[in-house]
């Protein structure tokens, strides 16, 4: 997981045992994700957004062989990262970039997917700034959220293809769908793409914000309700899932890491005043036989 304001990655057991820091000295670090085949770890940093020197680097599981893979610019405020294990890629949002993007896991063929706007007047109106991303590579789809100002209820979570329409560009695609719209401050994603359900933080204020909700990605219906499963986070940020073990970890910026059970029963936290948490990403790593 990450640690705003000291710039760290860190790593600890799901009972909140064992801490390691494996790399520090991060501008701001954001999202993170786990390439357990490879071994490697990768995170957003998003830099200071008035410079647009946002990166992303790489590092292996012990903090050894740290590379900057997108350079200080290749995006501009990149925040949840997700690593698309199926088709080997890394996908992103990019905040004040007003952006979905994604590359290689090399940081090669960085490509833009969605442009929400351009220019610093577009960049002022924060309903255009992505945020949180997850990825369907068997439905083809593509999730992000646009959070909107603080706490203004602007909020939407959207979904388009993975790849671009033929023809089209990635400012006027026109196979992006609103599935949630009118939400205090929808940050972070994730799927479950057993059950078909799509899980989010919301760090807007109370009722529905600071909050864990989830939603089903394929209502019979075709009406979406955001189903909030607990609240009084202080600013809910990072989410992952465990589905092996029906559970789900978070993390706010008042510093605590919570685990709960995927209906957001056993609640309980694993670890508090860590700092100001951003991403967590949850990954089994192997242990070597004796």
Not at 190 to 202: F, G, K, M, V
Not at 231 to 253: C, K, P, Q
């Amino acid at each position: 997981m990450l640690e705003l304001s000291d710039g760290r990655v860190f790593s600890v057991k799901p009972d909140g045992t064992d801490k390691k820091t494996i790399v520090s000295g991060c501008r701001f670090p954001d999202g993170v994700a786990v390439d357990v085949e490879a071994g490697h770890i990768y995170w957003t940093n998003m830099g200071s957004p008035p410079v647009n020197d946002g990166s992303i680097e790489r590092v292996d599981m012990d903090g050894s062989n740290r590379t900057t893979i997108v350079p200080s610019g290749g995006t501009y405020t990149p925040k949840q990262l997700h690593l698309e294990a199926t088709g080997r890629k890394l996908y992103w949002g990019d905040r004040e970039g007003m952006r979905v993007m994604r590359c290689d896991l090399d940081g090669s063929n960085v490509e833009t997917l969605v442009q929400t706007g351009q220019g610093d007047n577009d960049r002022r109106d924060q309903t255009r700034w992505c945020v949180g991303i997850a990825v369907d590579p068997g439905g083809g789809h593509l999730y992000w959220t646009q959070k909107g100002p603080s706490d203004a209820g602007l909020g939407k979570i959207l979904r388009a293809g993975m790849d671009l329409p033929a023809g089209e560009s990635a400012a006027d695609r026109s196979d992006i769908e609103v599935l949630l719209q009118g939400l205090p401050e929808p940050i972070d994603l994730q799927l479950d793409l057993t059950e078909r359900t799509l899980y989010w933080t919301d760090r807007g204020d109370p009722p529905r914000g600071n909050s864990v909700n989830r939603t089903p990605v394929d209502p019979p219906n075709g009406q979406r309700e955001p189903e909030i499963l607990w609240t009084h986070l202080m600013e809910g940020i990072g989410i992952a899932l465990d589905l092996d073990d029906s559970r789900m970890f978070v993390t706010d910026m008042a510093g605590t890491i919570y685990a709960a059970d995927l209906d957001g029963s056993n609640r309980r936290e694993i670890l508090i005043a860590q700092g100001n948490l951003t991403g967590i990403a949850h990954a089994v790593i192997p242990t070597e036989e004796p």
